[in-house]
């Protein structure tokens, strides 16, 4: 079984892996990243201007304790070197997600049934071509930031994403709407955009291992920008009904050269794929 959990690994992040082939001879070719003014300057109704293309430093969606790739998690297999990142976790101390008892048993079920997978559940909704969600969508892809009059635009070349976060002061929706990305609402503090996070369909996973929140979760993401160049995406996740407390996960992003976004195309229907097609539901056998 462990040629199907290499098969789960290579699908699971292709970009990451064809990336690795020619990485300097893609990174000779791209601009330089652009010199910035800091403080920022302002946008026409009075936001920073944080505009331009972001990626994590050290990213990864395989799992976030610790914060490993899938490219990384497949390159251990290989080699049997075992690698030691960090976890992706600040808060608790111990870097740990705070499970509640049951949460924690699914949890680690998901996990070793990615080792061998043998139903549509053990393989990781991401894998599938279905929407990473938040805040799983800031681990690994790289993404741009626009802002238009009274909002704030992300977009993403992976999975044709965008999410526009207003800045309006407007409600919520109503609680029985639920959405993969959530219904996201912002304001800035100073050079943070704080944005509150809520109505998740909870039908995405945390990382392919299977950490999961559920639909009743509430996350205050936090993009604390330190200097032209360095972000810092912060989300803190509170989901009584899953976790012992709220935990707090932190990404370190660097702004890049304004290239081009190639184009990414989904590897649904690829043979090579074959375990992924269906659709997973990381809530399946939830308490």
Known sequence: MIAIATT?????????????????????????TPSRPWPPLKTP??????????????????????LMSSAADFEQRVTGVVKHPPSAIVDPAD?????????????????????????PEHVDTQTRCLVPGIPRLYYFPTFRITQAPGSVVFVWDEYHTYRVIPL???PHLGPNMKLWMGDARGHWEGTTLVVDTTNLNAKSRLDVIGDFYSDKAHIVERFVFVDANTMNYEATITDASVFTRPWTIRIAQRRIADDEFWEFACHEGNHDGALSDGIVNANAGRK
């Open 168 to 170: 309006d002061g407007r």
């Open 45 to 66: 109704d009075g936001q920073p201007d944080v505009q331009g293309t972001w990626r994590p430093v050290n990213g990864g969606t395989q799992s976030l304790d610790p």
């Open 95 to 119: 870097g740990h997600i705070p499970y509640q008892p049951w949460a924690a048993a699914l949890q680690k079920g998901l996990a070793t049934a990615y080792e061998n997978p043998t139903r």
């Open 8 to 32: 789960v690994a290579l699908v699971s992040s292709p970009v990451s892996l064809l990336g690795q082939g020619n990485g300097a001879a893609a990174a000779a070719a791209r601009p330089s």
